[in-house]
RNA sequence: GCCUGGGUAGCUCAGUCGGUAGAGCAACGCAUUCGUAAUGCGUAGGUCAGGAGUUCGAAUCUCCUCCCAGGCUCCA
């Protein structure tokens, strides 16, 4: 009667009767996984548990502590979603609900253009949970285009979805249908349909870790000229313990973000009179600032680069001929005319400018390579809804640099210029990195195939020298050159694009910039764009979340805060911050008119490195209590030399109290 | 730009049915002189984002504008 055999994911064999189901093989196996058991993997494909499995196949059963189980409950759970929603809110229309990163969401339209609220998510959720108590099963059906038509009559956006699968599928689409031929569906009341691939639970009742977080807009199909439906996000686990750990951890995300420490901290503020993204630094945020900025220029004169400075406002004519006018005029602030009839734009960019400075006189190929370098602050007009903190914002400032050289130094360019890029990351505390190749779009790109080649491939070559993992991004470079991209990984896991290195092979040619080449001809340079920080507002608010605001000594704009125990030890406070003066340590002392207590709890909550307390014995031996951030153990007794030879030593390494 | 929510003291927030503004922290003053995360008392601080409207009366209701948050779109 076995007449079926399947494989099992550690490799052995299993037998089971004819028509066996996954659950069946759940079963068969434990009774403790047939009761975890959320859905199959068949083949490399995910299926529900009642699917007959195929004689031969591999099989593996998922449970929901695991990544595809945890899909699959989100998915689920985003129907019950759209079953509340359909109850409360009767001719409701339901549009697409998948499962992403951490939970799921549903698009919806509701009747008479009515909006949820905040208060509805409640609602929705109290419905959720009742659905989840009436332990529905998920029941699959297959229908024919014709009669999948039908059945969704009513859901204009299901109809869609139906006959844009049939005329071409996008892999969105495909999602939602089992294939271009079967309409599937999944119902769990007579009352509730949802067309979609599966698989799902079996049952509502599997389901009930979650919590909707948030109400928002989106565009149907992602068209901003297409209708704007609400979407709800909830996120979804296996377990109690899970959903809150998720739940702490996003709390935890939210004390280290820069905006609210960039407040805590007193670094910058966005002052409202100044309008959206348009940010100042305060003095602790601007030696901060100072610190990156001058350590970013002196490593950039070790690596034989040129300073250059370009203005923040130029006539119209310069982005005229590079072309930016023609296809980012809605990036840029509208221009100012003057009297003259000229228009004046502020510059969105600083490259053109540096081809000007290349093109101020003739160039011979005796100076190439010419490496220019500006911490430019530019100007973009981004949309109102896109600026965020100091990652996105108005006006920034780029560690700009561009690079001329010729084809034949192009390869030794871009592999230097990839492991100064690292190293400096590296400076800055970063160290977890992939890169990204964006290689040549297939439709239009300038340069001829032979410099895309070469240049895609010596990025590849550095990328691969670096020992980095490398994700290309096929098609996806502009169409003027190739670029790579470095990716870091924060310390709580987030990633975030840094530094991108990226060939021109346009503007020399707009600008018609040129060399004499040893032919006595003219030859046209290769341009390469490339900024480490991206923008050095940007660049202070991800490494402000990577530290949570305990920046490294070096970077810390207060190094050490002194403190007298009693107001008669503040005249020794003030000589030991004198000597730490003397080398360049920034050093604050607080007067002793405070408790210690207090004193020592506002330096800490300032996220200060190294608190000094000096008291009687310190006074009478030429001591200090160094009480390092990060540590609840002060030491005492420590001498001043030691001190300043330990905290320079850290400066020096870029290091942190933390590290010791 | 679009959707939802929000804007009350420097900060975090409370403010009921529309009846004339509150707390904690911070600041300032005085006292306290203290050895590692909050000393006590006191004082001052407000065009309730801005404007218009409804009302005898508006932080509260309506409309407009600005700014913020989370999304969507966008990010050369």
């Known amino acids: 009667m076995s007449d079926l055999e399947v494989q099992l994911p550690d490799g052995s064999h299993r037998s089971l009767h004819a028509g066996a189901t996954a659950n069946d093989l759940a079963v068969s196996i434990g ?129 869609e979805i139906i006959q844009s699968v049939k005329s071409g599928a996008s892999e969105e689409d495909l999602a939602e249908l089992a294939s271009p031929s079967v309409v ?38 992602g068209d901003e000229k297409r209708p704007q439906l609400q979407r709800i996000y909830g996120t979804a686990w296996e377990s109690k313990d899970a959903l809150e750990a998720h739940l702490t951890q996003l709390e935890e995300a939210e004390k280290r973000d ?61 982005f005229e001929t590079s072309g930016h006018l023609d296809w980012y005029a809605d990036g840029m602030y509208p221009p100012m005319e003057l009297d003259d009839g000229q228009n004046y734009y502020l510059k969105p960019m600083n490259c053109p400018f540096h081809v000007l400075i290349f093109k101020a006189r003739q160039r011979s190929y005796r100076e190439l390579p010419i490496r220019m370098f500006e911490f430019g602050t530019v100007y973009r007009y981004e949309k109102s809804g896109a600026v965020h903190g100091l990652t996105r914002v108005r006006g920034m400032t780029q560690d700009d640099a561009h690079i001329f050289c010729t084809r034949d130094q192009m390869a030794d360019e871009l592999t230097s210029l990839l492991t100064f890029v690292l190293d400096l990351l590296r400076d800055f505390g970063l160290n977890d990195f992939y890169l990204e190749l964006s290689t040549r779009p297939e439709k239009k790109a300038v340069g001829t195939l032979e410099e895309w080649r070469e240049a895609e491939e010596t990025l590849e070559k550095v990328a691969n020298s670096a020992g980095l993992e490398l994700v290309m991004d096929e098609g996806g470079g502009a169409f003027y050159g190739p670029k790579i991209s470095v990716q870091a990984r924060d310390a709580i896991g987030r990633t975030h694009q840094l530094s991108t290195i990226q060939l021109d092979f346009q503007l020399p040619q707009r600008f018609d910039a040129s060399f004499i080449a040893p032919d006595n001809a003219r030859h046209r340079p290769i341009m390469i764009h490339r900024a480490l920080f ?63 207590g207090a004193r020592i709890r506002r330096a800490k909550l300032e996220k200060i490195p190294y608190i000094v307390v000096v008291g009687d014995d310190d006074v009478a031996h030429d001591t200090l209590g160094v009480n390092s951030r990060g540590s609840n153990d002060p030491e005492r007794g420590v001498t001043i030399d030691d001190f300043r030879e330990r905290l320079l030593k850290e400066i020096a390494e870029h290091s942190s109290p933390e590290a010791r």
């Open 31 to 159: 009774a403790r996984l047939a009761k975890d058991a959320l859905a199959a993997e068949v083949n490399g494909q995910l299926v529900d548990l009642v699917s007959a499995l195929p004689n031969g196949a591999r099989v593996a059963i998922v449970t929901p502590a695991s990544e595809k189980g945890r899909e699959v409950l989100r998915h689920s759970t985003a129907h019950v979603m759209a079953q509340a929603v359909t109850r409360l809110w009767p001719g409701a229309h339901y549009a697409i609900g998948p499962a992403i990163r951490d939970g799921f969401y549903y698009d919806f339209s509701l009747p008479g253009g009515e909006h949820f609220s905040d208060d509805d998510l409640a609602r929705i959720e109290a419905e959720m949970r009742k659905i989840v108590g009436e332990d529905q099963p998920f029941t699959r059906s297959e229908y024919s285009f014709e009669e999948g038509l039908e059945l969704f009559k009513d859901q204009p956006f299901k109809v």
């Open 184 to 221: 599937s569906t999944y119902s769990n009341t007579p009352a509730f349909r949802d067309l979609c691939r599966g698989p799902h639970v079996p049952s509502t009742a599997r389901l009930g870790f979650f919590k909707l977080m948030r109400v928002a807009g989106a565009y149907w199909r």
């Open 258 to 318: 820069h905006r609210r420490l960039g407040q805590e901290l007193d670094l910058f503020s966005f002052p409202s009179e100044l309008g959206p993204g348009l940010a100042v630094f305060h003095p602790k945020g601007g030696t901060m600032r100072r610190v990156m900025e001058e350590y970013s220029r002196s490593r950039h004169v070790e690596e034989g680069y040129d300073f250059v400075n370009s203005p923040h406002i130029t006539k119209s004519e310069l």
């Open 534 to 596: 991206g923008s050095v507002e940007r660049f202070m608010a991800i490494l402000i979340e990577h530290y949570a605001g305990n920046m490294p000594t070096w970077m810390s704009p207060e190094q050490v805060r002194v403190l007298g125990v009693r107001d008669d030890h503040d005249s020794y406070a003030q000589e030991v911050a004198t000597t730490l003066r003397a080398d360049g340590v920034r050093v604050e002392v607080e007067l002793a008119n405070e408790p210690l």
